[in-house]
């Protein structure tokens, strides 16, 4: 069965700073890989995506991430973040052309502090 | 190009009682799946409807029901409703028969007293 953990509840970080918000997840075939951002009192914004190809992937507002198979790892990273990234971030995966469903990690939250 | 639109945003209701709840998703989309996001068990799966068909279904008890219309639109229905039914629960759109990317409307915050 699919699962995505996220290990981090929670990552404090001051503006400017870079931040990685990790995201591992296991599954037994080809995966499509997301990340989305919420708001609060908000739904799900995606920020960027894994299909295939290159590993590497950017998304919106800066934000980046780097598909690894072999750790199973999708970590998002941005190298100068801003009070307005404060958010709970979701990293999620579905299996690739089979499924619609979305599995999705437990969520990351993010501080962002002056 | 509107996006996805869920009502009401909000909703109190009883114990007991059942609930709809609507959403219409981006104009040309043909799958709406549905989200409940609660503290304790984050994002989960309800179902998901392609062409007025149930795709994949999470695992909820069968209170909980949905059906999509021949224009897309979708509405999921909770009966006899329980406190721990209270959620944000989310839809989401697609334009593709596989997932390449989901568009998720603002959600209805159910609330079970």
């Known amino acids: 069965a699919q699962s995505v953990t996220q290990l981090d509840s929670q990552v404090p970080v001051f503006e400017e700073a870079p931040v990685e918000l990790r995201c591992n997840y296991s599954s037994s075939v080809s995966v499509y890989l997301f990340w989305y951002v919420q708001y609060p009192n908000q739904g799900l914004q995606l920020l960027l995506k894994y299909l295939s190809g290159s590993t590497l992937v950017k998304g919106i507002n800066g934000f980046e991430a780097e598909f690894n198979k072999s750790q199973t790892s999708f970590h998002l990273r941005k190298p100068s973040v801003h009070i307005s990234d404060t958010a709970e971030y979701f990293c999620a995966v579905s299996e690739g052309d089979s499924s619609y469903k979305l599995i999705f990690g437990s969520g990351t939250r993010l501080l962002v502090r002056p | 190009k509107a996006g996805v639109t869920q009502t009401p945003r909000y909703l109190i209701k009883t114990r007991g009682q059942q609930v709809t709840l609507s959403c219409s998703p981006i104009s040309g989309h043909r799958s709406v799946s549905w989200y409940q996001q609660t503290p304790g068990q984050g994002l989960q799966f309800l179902f998901e409807y392609f062409s007025e068909t149930q795709r994949n279904k999470g695992n909820f008890p069968g209170r909980f029901s949905g059906r999509q219309f021949s224009n897309s639109r979708s509405e999921m229905n909770v009966s006899t409703l329980e406190l721990g039914d209270s959620a944000l629960y989310l839809c989401?759109?697609?334009?593709?028969?596989?997932?390449?990317?989901?568009?998720f409307g603002q959600g209805t915050r159910l609330t079970v007293v």
């Open positions: 989401a759109s697609s334009n593709s028969r596989v997932n390449t990317e989901a568009f």
